[in-house]
């Protein structure tokens, strides 16, 4: 967002307008109403922040100005006039809100998201979707409200047009922040009450005596709501979710997805099993055999397109197909510049594109015909980073934009998350801190903020805690 602040103070206020700026806020200052005017004329911004008594020209006499250059420019008025009533009186209501000096930066803050929010209240309105918004929003913070709110962003998405859809991508990033913190506050509860990677198996699956599951790396709701689209009438196919544990790394939750367990766990027993995807197989067998589940099984990894067409079902009970080369494009993208210019809605359209030239569709209906109930799911999703997150720490901190192990990690900003009791999330004590990205941030070291930044921008990536990445779409489809 980009802010206007006018205070005849505001060199005494540089901590403040610093922290906004390491928030993302653009924020262009001037200490005179007079040129206050001059920038409202010459820009456009989201707010202005204006200070009630200023020499010269005071704040009453800048606003009547400003309001009648740029009427719809939200003001906020900075006063140290404590009487609620003297404050109505003078400001009247020409001014959408004030903050009492001396001003806080949690205080602008707060102001900026109830800005955000109306914004996108009057943009959800201006293109006739009222009524998701306001539905989206009745919501109370669940499990299964979170699967609701998700489902609807991306099935309106969809429906409209490139410039619309921005309207969607702001509240989707708006619902994101409260995504995290609610995960966070219930992580501990939920991955023992609710469906998660570790347990997937288990209460989605096993119920089927023969199953195909196709786990498709890296794959996203509005990707399987295209993909769903495509797919031939004589399927029937329903649509379910389930939640990635954190982090949402192939690491950590393709790993518990295939051993039915938490990565504390899988640590305690092998240490070395969550440096690499290598293990699915013993992994995957010692959860039969713990669970006394006598079924035959077979677990192929595809990692080249052309390999989806040759697969034939063998009648085994548990078929496993892992489709690792869409993963390994998306990391092209990021690597190649040509590429990270593309949108991510071409990349969208591109992937479904190259998974029905694969023949997927065939190579399902073939296991249908041999009676297979089939799933097509995924073991994360992915975001394309938008912001750094400043840390600092030693050589212990692990690899990873979007999460980090390590004794020394430090944050330095107020984004993501930093976890101390890591056996209660389910993490195994690789060391004493963890540190997870919200939102569309990723890590950057606080001493090459700037190097980092330019090369990681725009750059796919997962790991962290999103919408797109935590909930995970299920595609059941039988005859």
Request: aromatic residues 12%; hydrophobic residues 40%.
């Amino acid at each position: 967002m980009k802010i206007l602040w006018i205070d005849d103070e505001i060199k005494e206020l540089k901590s403040v307008v610093e922290l906004l700026e390491s928030e993302g806020f653009t924020v262009d200052c001037v200490d005179n109403g007079l040129e206050g005017i001059e920038k409202v004329k010459e820009n456009t911004y989201d707010f202005i922040l204006l200070d009630y008594k200023m020499p010269q020209m005071n704040g009453i006499e800048t606003l009547k100005v400003i309001s009648s250059i740029k009427p719809n420019i939200p003001v906020i008025m900075l006063t140290m006039i404590t009487d609620k009533e003297i404050i109505e009186k003078a400001i009247g209501n020409d001014v959408n809100d004030y903050i009492l000096k001396p001003v806080q930066f949690h205080q602008i803050i707060a102001i900026a998201n109830k800005i955000r929010r109306e914004e996108i209240k009057r943009k959800f309105a201006g293109i006739g979707i009222s009524e998701v918004y306001n539905y989206i929003n009745s919501l109370e913070d669940s499990y299964e409200n979170w699967i609701k709110k998700a489902k609807l962003l991306f099935e309106t998405r969809l429906k409209l047009n490139e410039i619309d859809r921005e309207v969607i991508d702001f509240e989707l990033e708006s619902q994101n922040f409260r995504f995290a913190k609610w995960l966070i506050e219930n992580y501990p509860r939920l991955i023992k009450e609710k469906t998660f990677s570790h347990n997937l198996f288990k209460q989605k699956f096993l119920e089927y005596q023969k199953i195909s599951v196709f786990i498709i790396d890296a794959f996203r709701i509005d990707q399987m709501l295209l993909l769903l689209k495509e797919l031939p009438s004589s399927f029937n196919a329903q649509m379910d979710f389930y939640y990635s544990i954190i982090p949402t790394s192939t690491l950590f939750s393709r790993n518990a997805l295939f051993a039915g367990k938490l990565p504390i766990e899988i640590y305690r027993r092998y240490p070395d099993y969550l440096n690499d995807n290598l293990h699915e197989i013993e992994l995957f067998d010692e959860f039969l055999r713990e669970n006394k589940i006598d079924r035959t099984y077979r677990i192929i990894k595809i990692n080249h397109f052309e390999d989806i067409s040759k697969i034939i079902p063998t009648n085994k009970d548990i078929e496993i197909n892992v489709i690792n080369f869409l993963d390994e494009f998306l990391h092209q993208r990021a690597d190649i510049e040509s590429l990270r210019e593309l949108k991510v809605d071409t990349i969208i359209k591109l992937i479904n594109v190259i998974l029905l030239d694969s023949r997927l569709i065939n190579t399902i209906e073939r296991y249908l015909n041999s009676d297979y109930v089939v799933f097509i799911t995924t073991d994360h999703g992915w975001i394309v980073g938008k912001k750094p997150i400043a840390i600092s720490g030693g050589s212990d901190l692990t690899d990873g934009l979007r999460f980090k192990f390590g004794d020394s990690l430090r944050f330095m900003s107020k984004d993501g998350y930093l976890i101390k009791d890591l056996e209660n999330y389910g993490l195994p004590k690789i060391s004493e801190r963890f540190g997870i990205a919200d939102g569309y941030g990723y890590f950057v070291f606080k001493a090459s903020e700037h190097k980092f930044t330019k090369q990681y921008e725009n750059y796919f990536m997962h790991g962290g805690i999103t919408i797109e990445e935590i909930i995970c779409p299920i595609l059941k489809i039988i005859r």
